[in-house]
């Protein structure tokens, strides 16, 4: 565990924020229970491969393997810096226990169950199996198409109320642009409601956790779309979009420029330099209201879920 963390340290400065907080996860949840009080010395591949083997079968097949790239750069540190002679973790980086798993594409909401999905959001009370950040967030997820990890990290300065916009900063985004989303009335009311819980200050997390981090971890909207039955993600409310939009007929620039797709076209990418904020703006509100279409309730009834458990009054 010294060493470990000693090597998140020595990296954190090179790492983005979502990079390191996997990584730190990984050897908190997988490799340091079992092994974070043993001289790193002591560890063998044997010892090592049992621990991941326990995970591997558990179901987190990628997981175990990343921690196990982990572990390799770990046991590489301590060489580097003459406190271990031997890296057991990449002697079985072929190992067959742990094979590379089938690639599962991000699995996406069908559009019949968009409806099904914003009514589970919209319960109150004990009804509610979640709590009103997880629901908040999901709700943004589905409204803005934003990736989950830009939506976790949130924080208040990057929300424009007036002008009902939400600005990511080139740093929180996977393409490292900033980008300006714009928010239908529906988001809007979400960040408001949820803005009696978290809204503290400017630099405040949307998104509040009690975490390391003080914001939502990683698999937090994932889980909870599993635990009311939605075997998909939210990364996939992104593919969604995509094919709602396209149906319709909506430009399909400003379609790729909400989603922050990159241009693959890169002659056409370096002409292709409008925002399409106004196309964008008409879009967004389009779909989110045709979100809760398929609910079966008008827009002027979104979102008293929020008021869950009596958290918000």
């Not at 960040?191 to 990683?218: D, T, V």
């Amino acid at each position: 565990r010294a060493i470990g963390n000693e090597w998140l340290g020595h990296n954190k400065p090179h790492w983005s924020a979502t990079h390191y907080e996997r990584n730190e996860g990984l050897l908190r949840r997988l490799l340091y229970p079992s092994l974070g009080r043993l001289p790193i010395t002591s560890i063998t591949e044997a010892s090592l491969l049992r621990v991941l083997a326990l995970h591997y079968k558990a179901g987190i097949e990628e997981s175990a393997r990343r921690a196990r790239g982990c572990a390799s750069q770990i046991f590489a540190y301590a060489k580097a810096t003459h406190r271990a002679e031997a890296n057991p973790a990449k002697e079985i980086a072929e190992n067959v226990v742990l094979k590379r798993p089938r690639v599962k594409h991000f699995a996406a909401l069908p559009q019949e169950d968009v409806g099904k999905l914003i009514r589970e959001l919209r319960k109150t009370g004990i009804e509610q199996r979640l709590d009103a950040f997880t629901v908040a967030g999901l709700l943004m997820a589905i409204y803005t198409g934003l990736r989950d990890n830009s939506i976790r990290g949130a924080q208040w300065k990057e929300i424009n109320f007036a002008q009902g916009l939400w600005v990511v900063p080139a740093h929180r985004m996977k393409l490292k642009v900033e980008h300006q989303v714009p928010l239908p009335t529906q988001a809007l009311f979400v960040l408001k409601r949820i803005g009696r819980l978290s809204h503290h200050s400017p630099e405040s997390f949307i998104f509040h956790s009690r975490s390391k981090r003080g914001y939502m971890a990683e698999n937090t909207l994932r889980l909870a779309l599993h635990r009311l039955g939605f075997p998909v993600t939210a990364h996939g409310f992104r593919s969604l979009m995509t094919d709602v939009l396209n149906e319709k007929g909506f430009h399909p620039d400003a379609i790729e420029r909400q989603l922050q797709h990159t241009e693959r076209n890169q002659t056409r990418s370096s002409y292709l330099r409008s925002n399409f904020m106004d196309e964008r703006r008409k879009m967004i509100q389009w779909y989110a209201d045709w979100c809760d279409s398929e609910a079966n309730q008008s827009v002027a009834t979104v979102i008293p879920m929020i008021r869950q458990i009596g958290v918000v009054q």
